[in-house]
Protein backbone atom coordinates (compact mmCIF):
# COMPACT_ATOMS: atom_id res chain seq x y z
CA UNK A 1 0.00 0.00 0.00
CA UNK A 2 1.63 3.60 -0.87
CA UNK A 3 0.43 6.21 0.86
CA UNK A 4 1.67 10.05 -0.84
CA UNK A 5 3.71 11.54 1.66
CA UNK A 6 3.52 14.91 3.67
CA UNK A 7 5.65 17.63 2.10
CA UNK A 8 7.77 20.58 3.20
CA UNK A 9 7.17 24.34 2.78
CA UNK A 10 10.54 26.11 2.19
CA UNK A 11 11.77 28.73 5.24
CA UNK A 12 14.28 31.51 4.66
CA UNK A 13 15.69 31.04 7.92
CA UNK A 14 15.87 28.61 11.39
CA UNK A 15 13.10 29.80 14.29
CA UNK A 16 13.19 29.23 17.54
CA UNK A 17 9.09 27.90 18.61
CA UNK A 18 7.94 25.81 21.59
CA UNK A 19 5.04 24.33 19.32
CA UNK A 20 7.96 22.77 16.88
CA UNK A 21 10.10 20.08 16.85
CA UNK A 22 13.41 20.12 14.51
CA UNK A 23 14.73 17.18 12.92
CA UNK A 24 18.08 17.20 10.94
CA UNK A 25 17.20 17.20 6.87
CA UNK A 26 19.51 13.92 5.71
CA UNK A 27 20.34 14.13 1.69
CA UNK A 28 18.88 11.03 0.32
CA UNK A 29 15.59 10.05 -1.08
CA UNK A 30 12.10 10.14 0.35
CA UNK A 31 10.43 6.59 0.60
CA UNK A 32 7.39 5.10 2.04
CA UNK A 33 7.97 2.01 3.63
CA UNK A 34 4.91 -0.77 3.81
CA UNK A 35 5.23 -4.39 5.83
CA UNK A 36 2.55 -6.39 5.11
CA UNK A 37 2.06 -10.19 5.04
CA UNK A 38 5.69 -10.58 5.97
CA UNK A 39 6.70 -8.55 3.05
CA UNK A 40 8.17 -5.36 2.22
CA UNK A 41 7.64 -3.07 -0.14
CA UNK A 42 9.69 0.43 -1.27
CA UNK A 43 8.25 3.40 -2.86
CA UNK A 44 9.50 7.04 -3.94
CA UNK A 45 7.21 9.84 -3.27
CA UNK A 46 5.83 9.47 -6.77
CA UNK A 47 4.62 5.97 -5.91
CA UNK A 48 7.50 4.14 -8.01
CA UNK A 49 8.56 1.29 -6.76
CA UNK A 50 12.15 0.61 -5.75
CA UNK A 51 11.90 -2.47 -3.57
CA UNK A 52 14.59 -4.24 -5.25
CA UNK A 53 17.18 -1.79 -5.80
CA UNK A 54 17.15 -1.78 -2.08
CA UNK A 55 18.03 -5.73 -0.76
CA UNK A 56 19.09 -4.88 2.49
CA UNK A 57 16.45 -3.01 3.68
CA UNK A 58 14.14 -6.51 2.78
CA UNK A 59 16.37 -8.67 4.97
CA UNK A 60 15.17 -6.39 8.10
CA UNK A 61 13.08 -8.91 10.34
CA UNK A 62 9.41 -6.15 11.40
CA UNK A 63 7.66 -8.00 13.97
CA UNK A 64 4.31 -6.18 12.36
CA UNK A 65 2.92 -5.12 10.52
CA UNK A 66 3.48 -0.92 9.35
CA UNK A 67 3.67 1.56 6.82
CA UNK A 68 7.24 3.88 7.68
CA UNK A 69 7.74 7.31 5.93
CA UNK A 70 11.58 8.48 6.02
CA UNK A 71 14.74 9.14 4.08
CA UNK A 72 16.98 6.28 2.04
CA UNK A 73 20.41 7.75 2.56
CA UNK A 74 24.41 6.59 1.80
CA UNK A 75 26.72 7.35 4.77
CA UNK A 76 30.65 7.71 3.98
CA UNK A 77 32.91 6.16 6.31
CA UNK A 78 33.52 9.58 7.83
CA UNK A 79 29.55 9.70 8.52
CA UNK A 80 28.82 11.83 6.08
CA UNK A 81 25.76 11.76 4.21
CA UNK A 82 26.40 11.24 0.42
CA UNK A 83 23.58 11.85 -2.11
CA UNK A 84 25.43 10.86 -5.15
CA UNK A 85 26.22 7.35 -4.08
CA UNK A 86 22.50 6.50 -3.03
CA UNK A 87 21.50 8.12 -6.20
CA UNK A 88 23.59 5.63 -8.17
CA UNK A 89 22.06 2.82 -6.11
CA UNK A 90 18.91 4.00 -6.71
CA UNK A 91 19.28 4.19 -11.06
CA UNK A 92 20.57 0.76 -10.27
CA UNK A 93 18.54 -2.20 -12.32
CA UNK A 94 20.48 -4.97 -12.53
CA UNK A 95 20.88 -8.34 -10.39
CA UNK A 96 24.78 -7.79 -10.66
CA UNK A 97 25.09 -4.18 -10.20
CA UNK A 98 22.51 -4.07 -7.58
CA UNK A 99 24.59 -7.07 -5.52
CA UNK A 100 28.03 -5.29 -5.90
CA UNK A 101 26.92 -1.84 -4.97
CA UNK A 102 24.60 -3.19 -1.96
CA UNK A 103 28.45 -4.31 -0.39
CA UNK A 104 30.41 -1.10 -1.65
CA UNK A 105 27.34 1.73 -0.78
CA UNK A 106 25.12 0.28 1.77
CA UNK A 107 22.00 2.31 2.25
CA UNK A 108 20.37 3.07 5.54
CA UNK A 109 16.57 3.79 5.91
CA UNK A 110 16.10 7.02 8.48
CA UNK A 111 12.84 6.90 9.77
CA UNK A 112 10.85 10.02 10.91
CA UNK A 113 7.09 8.48 10.88
CA UNK A 114 4.55 6.12 11.02
CA UNK A 115 1.26 5.83 9.34
CA UNK A 116 -0.46 2.73 10.00
CA UNK A 117 0.71 0.15 12.77
CA UNK A 118 -1.03 -3.68 13.38
CA UNK A 119 -4.02 -2.32 10.99
CA UNK A 120 -4.59 1.03 12.51
CA UNK A 121 -4.48 4.81 10.46
CA UNK A 122 -2.42 6.94 12.51
CA UNK A 123 -2.39 9.54 10.10
CA UNK A 124 -5.21 11.65 11.73
CA UNK A 125 -3.13 11.44 15.10
CA UNK A 126 -1.36 14.41 15.94
CA UNK A 127 2.83 14.33 15.10
CA UNK A 128 4.16 13.72 19.02
CA UNK A 129 1.56 11.18 19.33
CA UNK A 130 2.76 9.00 15.85
CA UNK A 131 6.46 9.31 17.26
CA UNK A 132 5.51 7.71 20.52
CA UNK A 133 3.81 4.79 18.47
CA UNK A 134 6.61 4.77 16.54
CA UNK A 135 9.27 4.84 19.85
CA UNK A 136 7.22 1.89 20.94
CA UNK A 137 7.24 -0.35 17.81
CA UNK A 138 10.68 -1.05 18.72
CA UNK A 139 11.75 -1.73 14.83
CA UNK A 140 14.33 -3.87 14.81
CA UNK A 141 17.64 -4.05 15.70
CA UNK A 142 19.54 -3.38 12.07
CA UNK A 143 22.21 -1.37 10.60
CA UNK A 144 20.15 -0.52 7.85
CA UNK A 145 17.27 1.01 10.00
CA UNK A 146 17.12 3.81 12.16
CA UNK A 147 14.80 6.54 13.93
CA UNK A 148 15.60 10.24 13.12
CA UNK A 149 16.48 12.01 16.35
CA UNK A 150 14.95 15.68 17.30
CA UNK A 151 14.68 18.61 19.40
CA UNK A 152 11.94 20.47 20.71
CA UNK A 153 11.69 24.45 20.45
CA UNK A 154 15.67 24.95 19.81
CA UNK A 155 15.49 25.40 15.86
CA UNK A 156 18.15 28.10 15.91
CA UNK A 157 20.72 25.99 18.21
CA UNK A 158 20.50 22.81 15.57
CA UNK A 159 20.68 24.97 12.49
CA UNK A 160 23.74 26.08 13.71
CA UNK A 161 25.55 22.06 15.01
CA UNK A 162 23.85 21.77 11.06
CA UNK A 163 25.59 24.09 9.25
CA UNK A 164 29.00 23.29 11.78
CA UNK A 165 29.09 19.90 10.29
CA UNK A 166 28.32 20.99 6.86
CA UNK A 167 25.30 18.91 6.61
CA UNK A 168 22.09 19.75 4.36
CA UNK A 169 19.76 21.43 6.92
CA UNK A 170 16.99 20.97 9.15
CA UNK A 171 12.96 19.95 8.74
CA UNK A 172 10.49 21.92 11.23
CA UNK A 173 7.42 20.19 11.99
CA UNK A 174 4.57 21.21 14.39
CA UNK A 175 3.74 19.07 17.32
CA UNK A 176 0.01 18.97 16.22
CA UNK A 177 0.59 18.21 12.59
CA UNK A 178 -1.80 15.45 11.55
CA UNK A 179 -0.16 13.47 8.48
CA UNK A 180 -1.66 15.06 4.99
CA UNK A 181 -0.68 13.97 1.87
CA UNK A 182 0.12 17.09 0.57
CA UNK A 183 2.68 20.58 1.11
CA UNK A 184 1.93 21.80 4.36
CA UNK A 185 3.32 24.84 5.83
CA UNK A 186 3.26 22.35 8.79
CA UNK A 187 6.21 21.17 8.24
CA UNK A 188 8.68 22.88 6.80
CA UNK A 189 12.52 22.98 5.76
CA UNK A 190 15.41 25.03 6.24
CA UNK A 191 18.42 24.40 3.80
CA UNK A 192 22.03 24.83 4.95
CA UNK A 193 23.00 26.71 0.88
CA UNK A 194 26.30 27.50 -0.37
CA UNK A 195 26.41 30.80 -1.86
CA UNK A 196 29.42 31.05 -5.04
CA UNK A 197 29.99 33.83 -7.59
CA UNK A 198 30.12 32.50 -10.93
CA UNK A 199 30.21 33.70 -15.21
CA UNK A 200 27.71 33.38 -17.33
CA UNK A 201 29.72 31.64 -20.05
CA UNK A 202 26.21 30.77 -22.20
CA UNK A 203 23.06 29.71 -22.91
CA UNK A 204 20.72 26.28 -23.81
CA UNK A 205 18.64 26.64 -27.14
CA UNK A 206 15.90 24.46 -26.69
CA UNK A 207 14.94 25.24 -22.95
CA UNK A 208 16.31 27.80 -20.71
CA UNK A 209 19.28 27.54 -18.64
CA UNK A 210 22.48 29.29 -18.19
CA UNK A 211 25.63 27.88 -18.20
CA UNK A 212 28.08 28.72 -15.74
CA UNK A 213 31.79 28.74 -15.03
CA UNK A 214 33.88 29.25 -11.82
CA UNK A 215 36.99 30.14 -11.36
CA UNK A 216 39.81 27.47 -10.81
CA UNK A 217 43.18 27.70 -8.57
CA UNK A 218 45.08 29.17 -11.59
CA UNK A 219 42.53 31.84 -12.42
CA UNK A 220 41.08 30.60 -15.64
CA UNK A 221 37.60 28.97 -16.05
CA UNK A 222 35.99 25.72 -15.86
CA UNK A 223 32.42 24.55 -16.78
CA UNK A 224 30.23 24.24 -13.56
CA UNK A 225 27.00 23.65 -14.42
CA UNK A 226 23.39 25.15 -15.64
CA UNK A 227 21.29 27.80 -13.71
CA UNK A 228 17.88 26.61 -13.87
CA UNK A 229 16.29 28.15 -10.93
CA UNK A 230 15.27 31.04 -9.31
CA UNK A 231 15.99 33.72 -12.32
CA UNK A 232 12.57 36.11 -12.86
CA UNK A 233 11.56 36.91 -15.84
CA UNK A 234 13.02 40.81 -15.38
CA UNK A 235 16.25 38.99 -14.93
CA UNK A 236 16.01 37.13 -18.18
CA UNK A 237 15.10 40.48 -19.78
CA UNK A 238 18.08 42.22 -18.70
CA UNK A 239 20.24 39.27 -19.84
CA UNK A 240 18.52 38.85 -23.06
CA UNK A 241 19.00 43.00 -23.82
CA UNK A 242 23.08 42.49 -23.64
CA UNK A 243 23.38 38.80 -24.82
CA UNK A 244 24.18 38.85 -28.41
CA UNK A 245 27.07 41.10 -27.90
CA UNK A 246 28.39 38.93 -25.72
CA UNK A 247 28.42 35.12 -28.10
CA UNK A 248 31.76 33.87 -29.24
CA UNK A 249 30.26 30.63 -30.93
CA UNK A 250 27.72 27.96 -30.95
CA UNK A 251 26.52 24.67 -31.58
CA UNK A 252 23.54 22.01 -31.64
CA UNK A 253 22.76 22.70 -28.18
CA UNK A 254 23.71 25.76 -26.96
CA UNK A 255 25.43 29.24 -27.51
CA UNK A 256 28.52 30.73 -25.79
CA UNK A 257 29.35 33.78 -24.24
CA UNK A 258 32.70 35.94 -23.46
CA UNK A 259 32.59 35.98 -19.70
CA UNK A 260 31.33 39.17 -18.53
CA UNK A 261 28.08 38.89 -16.64
CA UNK A 262 28.86 37.60 -13.12
CA UNK A 263 25.98 36.54 -11.24
CA UNK A 264 25.35 34.85 -7.49
CA UNK A 265 23.94 31.49 -6.98
CA UNK A 266 23.20 29.52 -4.37
CA UNK A 267 23.43 25.95 -3.98
CA UNK A 268 22.87 22.77 -2.27
CA UNK A 269 26.75 21.42 -2.54
CA UNK A 270 29.33 20.40 -4.96
CA UNK A 271 29.05 17.01 -7.34
CA UNK A 272 31.75 14.59 -6.36
CA UNK A 273 32.81 16.24 -10.65
CA UNK A 274 32.94 19.53 -9.18
CA UNK A 275 29.53 20.81 -10.81
CA UNK A 276 27.32 22.83 -8.46
CA UNK A 277 24.26 20.59 -7.42
CA UNK A 278 20.71 21.99 -8.27
CA UNK A 279 22.03 25.75 -8.21
CA UNK A 280 19.55 28.91 -8.13
CA UNK A 281 20.17 32.12 -9.14
CA UNK A 282 20.46 34.80 -6.27
CA UNK A 283 21.13 37.94 -8.15
CA UNK A 284 23.43 39.80 -10.95
CA UNK A 285 27.34 40.88 -9.41
CA UNK A 286 27.43 44.07 -10.70
Not at 5 to 34: C, N, Q, V, W
Request: proline content about 5%; charged content about 25%; glycine content about 6%.
Amino acid sequence: MFIPPMLLETSERAFTDDRYIFEPKFDGHRAILTHSGGRTHIYTRHNNECTRQYPELLSVPFNEDMILDGEIVCIDPTGAVDFESVMTRFQARRSDSINRLMGQLPVTYVVFDILFYKGQDLRGLSLMDRKEVLAAAALPANKHITIVPYIEGAGEALYADICARKMEGIVCKRKDSKYVSRRSPAWQKVINWTYVDVWITGYRKDEFGWLVSVEDGAGRLRPAGVIELGVTPEHKRAFYGVKNALVIGEDKNNVYLQPSIRVKVKTRNWTKAGVLRDPVFVDFIM
